[in-house]
T-cell receptor, first 112, second 113 residues
């Protein structure tokens, strides 16, 4: 079946550290992946996306890495700040390409 | 602010009732998606509309229905509500399809008592 999961439900880091959030996906035919950040009481907020013809994509303080061989996706956040504290979800398009399948999320806690 | 709006923000109702949730997509977006987020199930795709037509269905119950109007706003109708329907309901929109960035609204928190 289709599923997207995360390796760790929680991650605690110190302010200024780099954070790495991991995600494993099961559908080898998926060709679009996306990371969202969800703060308490708010809707998911787009962070960065990547298509399967790329291995790496960088944004502002964030980098997404895609390893299609092992079906693994990661989000790297540089110089993590308290404002980065949230739940992070990875998602992939479903087999039909008509919807996003979300993982269960990793809660990132940043202490100062 | 994603540009996607949802009303109401909160809704409290009783079992057996019917409610309607409303969503306005970002300007220029033709696709609208509905998702349900509960503590034990995470974010679950319910249904997608594209330019007024239903395009894809996910884990949507028969008691739930949706539509997209000519002005592209969408409504999600939930009927015969049960306690287990209590959840956050999100609307998202994209320009065309699901292989593009979907921008989410702030959600409607539904509590069924």
């Amino acid at each position: 079946g289709e599923s997207v999961g995360l390796h760790l439900p929680t991650l605690s880091v110190q302010e200024g550290d780099n954070s790495i959030i991991n995600c494993a996906y099961s559908n080898s035919a998926s060709d679009y992946f996306i990371w969202y950040k969800q703060e308490s009481g708010k809707g998911p907020q787009f962070i960065i996306d990547i298509r399967s013809n790329m291995d790496k994509r960088q944004g502002q303080r964030v980098t997404v890495l895609l390893n299609k061989t092992v079906k693994h996706l990661s989000l790297q956040i540089a110089a993590t700040q308290p404002g980065d504290s949230a739940v992070y979800f990875c998602a992939e398009n479903n087999q039909a390409g008509t919807a996003l399948i979300f993982g269960k999320g990793t809660t990132l806690s940043v202490s100062s | 602010d994603s540009g996607v709006t949802q009303t109401p923000k909160h809704l409290i109702t009783a079992t057996g009732q019917r409610v309607t949730l409303r969503c306005s997509p970002r300007s220029g977006d033709l696709s609208v998606y509905w998702y349900q987020q509960s503590l034990d199930q995470g974010l679950q795709f319910l249904i997608q509309y594209y330019n007024g037509e239903e395009r894809a269905k996910g884990n949507i119950l028969e008691r739930f229905s949706a539509q997209q109007f000519p002005d592209l706003h969408s409504e999600l109708n939930l009927s015969s509500l049960e306690l287990g329907d209590s959840a956050l309901y999100f609307c998202a929109s994209s320009v065309r399809g699901a292989k593009e960035t979907q921008y989410f609204g702030p959600g409607t928190r539904l509590l069924v008592l």
